[in-house]
């Protein structure tokens, strides 16, 4: 069964440093890997993907987020976070077979400190 | 491009009283949806799926129920709602593996639900 782990629920950044938002899988199979954002309110956006190939990814806003398969984790950074970054950020795992739902993590409130 | 739509944006209902939500999505065909409940601002809840259309897979079983009466529109739906049901509902839409796509999804913009 695939499972998604976000072991921070909290994580707050001084504006100008750069960020960290953890995420760690486990599926019986490969996996395909997605971050999304949520403002207050708001749907979640797609931010990136891991589908195969290059372990490091870019997706929008300057994110990026790196496959480790040997630590089964799919951590997202940023270099320099920006005040506007502050939401809920959700990693979410499904496998490359089978039925294509997503399963998220619990999410984490990401805080950029002016 | 392609664009997910949900109604209300916000509802307020009594105990007991009925539910009906829309979503529905544009510039696709034959698409994946899905309807979420975040409760308190977090976790997303899967509750139903569907391939295609009269095609629902459930999966938690409660008092909400889901119908996909059209490709590309999905409905969901309470007979009698209780006080738990309140929450943020969320509809999102993926492209098929048999189109394939990679299983991102793609979350319209909610609805968020109270019942007192």
């Known amino acids: 069964a695939q499972s998604v782990a976000q072991p921070e629920d909290q994580v707050n950044v001084a504006e100008g440093n750069p960020l960290t938002v953890k995420c760690t899988y486990s599926?019986?199979?490969?996996?395909?890997l997605f971050w999304y954002v949520q403002y207050p309110n708001r749907g979640l956006q797609f931010l990136l993907k891991y589908i195969t190939g290059d372990n490091l990814v870019k997706g929008s806003y300057g994110f990026e987020a790196e496959f480790n398969k040997s630590q089964t984790s799919f951590h997202l950074k940023k270099p320099s976070a920006l005040v506007s970054d502050s939401a809920l950020y959700f990693c979410?795992?499904?496998?490359?077979?089978?039925?294509?739902?997503?399963?998220f993590g619990t999410g984490t409130r990401l805080t950029v400190i002016p | 491009s392609q664009t997910i739509h949900q109604w209300p944006a916000t509802l307020v209902q009594p105990v007991g009283s009925p539910l009906s939500l829309e979503c529905t999505v544009e510039?696709?065909?034959?698409?994946?949806l899905y309807w979420y409940r975040q409760a308190a601002g977090r976790g997303l809840q899967l509750l139903f799926y569907s391939v295609g259309i009269g095609q629902i897979s459930s999966e938690v079983p409660q008092n909400l129920s889901a119908s996909r009466p059209q490709d590309r529109q999905f409905i969901l739906s309470s007979k009698k709602l209780l006080l738990s049901d309140s929450g943020f509902y969320l509809c999102?839409?993926?492209?098929?593996?048999?189109?394939?796509?990679?299983?991102?999804?793609?979350f319209g913009p909610g609805t968020r639900l109270t019942v007192l």
């Open positions: 999102a839409w993926s492209q098929s593996l048999t189109s394939g796509g990679y299983n991102e999804q793609f």
């Open positions: 599926v019986s199979g490969n996996p395909y």
């Open positions: 979410a795992v499904s496998e490359q077979t089978g039925a294509n739902n997503l399963f």
């Open positions: 510039g696709t065909s034959n698409p994946n």
